[in-house]
């Protein structure tokens, strides 16, 4: 049986994250604002996130209110669309201080949703 679809997608949350938090580790942001390879990588990883968060059920984002849902899918439109406005220093941020909040999330709902499907099998 295929895994549901939100598995697929907190998956791909989790791995974008990981990626992200591996790129940036250490990184100050004077170094961020200077590095524009390392800015795209991020604004991807972002990207991604942005656009796997849309697909994941009401259910799980009822579950976690402390998480801005309609922030994590909005900055995908402005990655995408206002990639001229893209202010660094906010994307740095946003990586140090509500990254790993996400990330911590998306673990758990991951974890219990194979747990579930564990009790499931006979």
């Known amino acids: 049986m295929p895994k549901p679809s939100h598995l697929l997608r ?3 949350i989790i791995e974008a994250l990981e990626l992200i938090r591996n790129e940036m580790a250490d990184v100050t942001l004077h170094e ?3 590095d524009r390879r ?3 990588m991020i ?3 972002i990207e991604i996130i942005s656009e796997a968060s849309r697909h ?3 259910a799980l984002k009822k579950r976690h209110s402390e998480i801005p849902w309609p922030k994590v899918a909005g900055i995908g439109n402005i990655l995408r669309h206002d990639y ?3 202010a660094y220093d906010v994307l740095w ?5 509500d990254l790993p909040v996400l990330e911590s999330v998306c673990r758990e709902e991951l974890a219990a ?3 579930r499907e564990q009790d499931r099998k006979p």
């Open 10 to 12: 907190l998956t791909d």
């Open 32 to 34: 961020f604002e200077s």
């Open 38 to 40: 390392r800015q795209w």
């Open 43 to 45: 604004e991807r990883g």
């Open 56 to 58: 994941l059920p009401d």
């Open 84 to 86: 001229e406005r893209i």
């Open 93 to 97: 941020h946003v990586v140090r201080d």
């Open 113 to 115: 949703e194979i747990a």
